[in-house]
């Protein structure tokens, strides 16, 4: 008896290592759930420090922007719909994170697409639509005959995408781009001055707000155009940090094309800046009468209205951009990171998708990526770095053509990963810190 006494400290000792032994690994497992698993190749995307990815699903067809409901179902909006529908619904049965359940609905497609008070709204060029669900069902109640929010915007030819946004005061936003490059007296031709008041402005080339919960609103009776002067903002997205809606402009096109005096082709690569703004009630960007110089850092007179590439002109006083990004990027959305998943330079940071551009010629293309782009005190904080590269799948971009994927919008899920979509083929990845 005395023996076993002297050796229970040891026994004790040796059972506790032997169930720390025994549960670690176990644990260890349980934490490194295959939802966390990443693919081999990442995805065939380069990712930031410490990142990882895998692909969701593929071949769902040319996706726009995406959006996760809280149970962690996946929708995306299709540029324009297949015979199966316009947006595509997808879900995780097997809790690997991937998309085990893949279904169709909606008789349309578009860009918009985002989560509000738990109903789904979705865009087409010309309508706000608002699905609902019910008992953790895919498919919304109303797949076939969705509400309708907001309609009567006009047919455009250009810059026809509505993308869409809600603040936190119940409040939808809706970017309505302009039809045009420059407001031109004869559009896209060498050499017109632009129109002098622009007509356009008074329904295009801004953002108007709206009601986000009543329905059959219409633009002309009902929209308010909270900020103008801004050509095309595919990119918008709201920010609870310090409550205000922000948008990236796909600036204009061919300098050295419509006014060969003043710039060259390697001017029109570098020139306008894609510009980063914070949008206020009444604030005014600038477009048509204004583009920002990145060389000289600052907006400058259009030539379609006098400019000679060093008059401010008019543009004195206009709404300064809050961040400014190299030309003809295309940004396509943004999203401002809540989570608590990524580490702690990410928090209230904005995620920019940059869907690449097609007028840098003779230049490499450029875009393609997503950004990450600090925040401090409401402001953006130094400059930019890359969240995931590596979409194009290509060294050299000379043309569009050329990128195997394109990364079009980006959504964050509950658990604070983040979703990207591919306008080519219908790619969806997921990203996650696995630092």
Not at 91 to 101: L, S, V
Not at 201 to 221: C, I, N, P, Y
Not at 351 to 371: M, T
Not at 396 to 416: H, K, L, N, V, W
Request: hydrophobic share 30%.
């Amino acid at each position: 008896m005395t023996h076993y006494i002297n050796k229970l400290p040891y026994l004790l000792g040796l059972s506790i290592m032997l169930l720390v032994a025994a549960c670690g690994p176990q644990t260890q497992k349980e934490e490194k759930s295959p939802y966390f698993t990443a693919d081999e190749d990442q995805g065939g995307l380069n990712l930031a420090p410490g990142m990882k990815a895998y692909v969701v699903a593929e071949n769902l067809g040319r996706g726009r922007h995406i959006a996760v409901n809280e149970n962690g179902d996946i929708y995306l909006n299709l540029r324009e719909p297949h015979e199966k529908g316009g947006i595509v619904a997808m879900r995780d049965t097997d809790g690997d994170g991937r998309a085990d359940q893949i279904e169709y609905f909606a008789d349309f497609g578009g860009t918009g697409l985002e989560f509000y008070n738990g109903h789904l709204y979705a865009s087409n060029d010309s309508t706000v639509f608002r699905f609902s669900f019910s008992d953790d069902k895919l498919l919304p109640d109303n797949a076939s005959a969705p509400d309708t929010i907001v309609s009567g915007f006009t047919s455009q030819t250009q810059h026809a995408a509505k993308s869409i946004t809600f603040d936190d005061k119940g409040h939808l936003y809706v970017n309505v781009g302009a039809p045009s490059n420059a407001c031109q007296e004869q559009d896209r031709t060498q050499g017109s001055p632009g129109m002098d008041p622009c007509p356009i402005l008074e329904r295009h080339g801004g953002v108007w707000r709206f009601d986000a919960e009543r329905s059959g609103q219409t633009q002309q009776e009902d929209g308010h155009r909270f900020s103008t002067g801004i050509r095309n903002a595919v990119a918008l997205g709201f920010n609870p940090n310090d409550g205000h809606v922000y948008a990236v402009q796909h600036g204009r096109d061919m300098l050295d094309g419509f006014w060969p005096e003043l710039y060259d082709e390697n001017d029109n690569a570098e020139i306008p800046a894609e510009e980063l703004f914070k949008l206020t009630d009444g604030a005014d960007f600038g477009w048509p009468y204004c583009y920002y110089d990145p060389l000289q850092d600052k907006r400058l007179q259009s030539p379609e209205y006098g400019g000679d590439r060093e008059t401010v002109g008019r543009c004195e006083g206009t709404d300064q951009p809050v961040m400014i990004f190299p030309a003809h990027w295309g940004p396509n959305d943004i999203l401002f990171y809540t989570g608590d998943h990524f580490p702690d330079q990410y928090k209230g940071a904005a995620l920019v998708v940059f869907h690449g551009s097609w007028n840098r010629a003779p230049l490499e293309q450029k875009g393609y990526f997503v950004a990450h782009v600090p925040f401090e005190n409401g402001s953006p904080k130094g400059t930019h770095d890359p969240l995931a590269e590596g979409f194009a799948g290509v060294e050299t971009i000379e043309s569009p053509s050329d990128a195997q994927y394109r990364p079009t919008g980006i959504a964050q899920a509950p658990d604070g990963t983040v979703v990207i979509s591919d306008s080519v083929t219908g790619k969806v990845w997921r990203i996650f810190y696995d630092g």
